[in-house]
């Protein structure tokens, strides 16, 4: 297994290859960002000149190519990733973050809109039932205060006639009674005519007068 | 035998030569387009096409396909923000950058006869580096000399800190190593165990009817693999992204 | 002895680091798993975790593979 020859470049360069062979990979100036300034110093422990049946993931001879490759293409990537890719996908979470909070908001504000108008409905509603309640209660006086006019004026009314009343009724009666004495002297008189013949007006009232005492 | 052979598959070769330098001067450089570069550049264009398509008609309410790109972004955001906080936002189209790369190339790895350029231990350490570098780079340009705080733990007594200072320094040395060592070994251990199982199936069909039989069972073992490396691609992603947070994190706030 | 016979048999024995690699793994995830069912509701929130101290603990049984890919193919 270790004898078989599995790197196909036909050179493999010799440790002072290498090294001036990444060097000149510096030298090009391949990224702003390239790490390889550190790697070979990692890496030089494991060569192993020479050798042409070498692990391909530890051949040095694939290494210049792979780095000036990696470099060119991670630089691509992040170019492409932070001036193309991320900045959209980026604007699109935030139109979307300031939908969502644009909406939260507006239905938020629309709330408040309704709940203002509840209350400024139940605020007239109340109003409304306060001022039927003043009406009623300004009727209900108003009815009351001219029915106790009425009812005063009735009565005072009633009174002057119950007091005229009692006045005829004392005039009828004193009148009666002073009736009731000439009636008595005309029965008396009338009577003893019967009986006795004739007398004079004045002994008949004078009589009745002694009787009725 | 190279039907078979486990480690054919991270054999990288020529698409187009570009041979520098004088061979015989000692100065040969080898950049030609390969097979891995050919791969990088699929990376990239796969990545992009995702996040450009997705994004292209920006609607409201989103469709499948552009909520799969905006999931992606705000799991990087999500990931970096509470790693790093909203200072370290400032980072997020290179922790992105970097968990999208990882992730399509170990993807795209996971299809036959396709070459993961992750499983070249050379790009794992250079991706590694890359953050190391912009981890130091940022922290002494943000913080100057401050910076070095990160190796002093607060609240710790003065008598230890000769202890813990070399401690710490050595355990920040070995996160660009641990860093691409893991995502390197993740990929290639896995890579080579689907295709010993895979080689397996290969082996036994050859013995006749009864080794058809026997190749069931790696075959059954080469599926069952192939989940697990599809889990394996995308963890070990999400683990490199989690782990520039944090060191990024180190740099916006090196006192910790 | 062969140069070649002692680098397979150090391959061999680097390749036994991915024990503790496994017992490591196996203890993180059945501590989850007991805490998970001790507070399930808190369990979703860790999930982060567990795969990054997964990864952590993985990474150190890669590194005894590594050694063995070291000792076969670059040694």
């Known amino acids: 297994m270790v004898t078989q020859a599995y790197a196909q470049e036909a050179e493999t360069p010799t440790e002072e290859n290498l090294d001036t062979a990444i060097d000149a990979t510096h030298g090009e100036g391949v990224d702003a960002h390239d790490p390889t300034a550190d790697t070979h110093t990692g890496t030089e422990a494991h060569y192993d000149d020479g050798h042409s049946d070498v692990f391909p993931p530890f051949d040095p001879a694939t290494f210049p190519s792979q780095l000036l490759w990696l470099a060119i293409s991670f630089a691509a990537l992040y170019l492409l990733m932070s001036k193309v890719a991320l900045p959209k996908v980026g604007s699109t979470l935030e139109k979307r973050q300031a939908t969502i909070d644009a909406d939260l908001a507006a239905a938020d504000a629309d709330r408040q809109k309704t709940d203002a108008a509840i209350a400024s409905y139940e605020k007239a509603l109340a109003e409304a039932k306060a001022k039927a309640q003043s009406i009623a209660a300004q009727s209900r006086d108003a009815i009351q205060a001219d029915l106790a006019q009425k009812r005063g004026a009735a009565e005072t009314d009633l009174a002057t006639k119950v007091s005229a009343a009692e006045a005829r009724i004392a005039e009828t009666k004193t009148a009666a009674l002073a009736h009731v004495d000439e009636i008595a002297v005309e029965t008396a008189q009338a009577v003893v005519g019967q009986i006795v013949g004739t007398v004079s007006p004045d002994s008949v009232r004078a009589a009745v007068a002694k009787v009725k005492g | ?256 | 002895m062969d140069v070649e016979a002692a680098k397979m048999i150090g391959a061999g024995i680097a390749t036994l680091g991915m024990a503790g690699a496994a017992l490591g793994v196996s203890n993180i995830f059945a501590n989850f798993l007991s805490g998970a069912l001790r507070n399930p509701s808190a369990a979703p929130s860790q999930t982060g975790n567990l795969i990054f101290g997964m990864a952590m603990t993985e990474a150190l049984g890669i590194f005894s593979f590594l050694v063995a890919l070291i000792l076969l193919f670059v040694a």
């Open chain 2, 1 to 256: 035998m190279a039907g078979t052979d486990p480690i054919h598959q991270f054999v990288i070769y020529d698409l187009f030569p570009i041979h520098l330098g004088d061979e015989a001067a000692g100065t040969a450089l080898n950049l030609s387009f390969t097979n891995s570069a050919l791969f990088m550049v699929v990376t990239v264009a796969v990545l992009t096409g995702f996040m450009v398509l997705s994004a292209s008609r920006s609607a409201l309410v989103p469709s499948r396909f552009q909520l799969a790109g905006e999931l992606t972004y705000s799991f990087v955001a999500n990931m970096l923000r509470s790693s790093a906080g909203k200072e370290g936002m400032k980072f997020f189209p290179f922790v992105f950058s970097l968990f999208g790369f990882v992730l399509v190339a170990n993807l795209l790895g996971m299809f036959p006869y396709f070459f993961t350029v992750t499983s070249h231990i050379i790009v794992t350490a250079a991706l590694a580096l890359l953050v190391i570098s912009v981890v130091i780079l940022y922290g002494f340009f943000r913080h100057g000399i401050k910076f070095l705080k990160l190796f002093v733990p607060a609240g710790v007594p003065a008598y230890v800190l000769p202890i813990v200072v070399p401690i710490e320094i050595i355990s920040f040395l070995s996160r660009p190593i641990s860093l691409s060592v893991r995502l390197f070994g993740n990929i290639l251990a896995g890579h080579i165990t689907l295709k010993v199982f895979s080689g397996f199936v290969v082996s036994l069909g050859a013995l006749g009817a009864l080794g058809w039989l026997g190749a069931l069972l790696p075959l059954i073992m080469t599926v069952a693999i192939t989940a697990l490396e599809l889990l394996v691609a995308v963890v070990q992603a999400y683990v490199f992204a989690v782990l520039t947070s944090m060191y990024l994190n180190d740099a916006v706030h090196p006192s910790h």
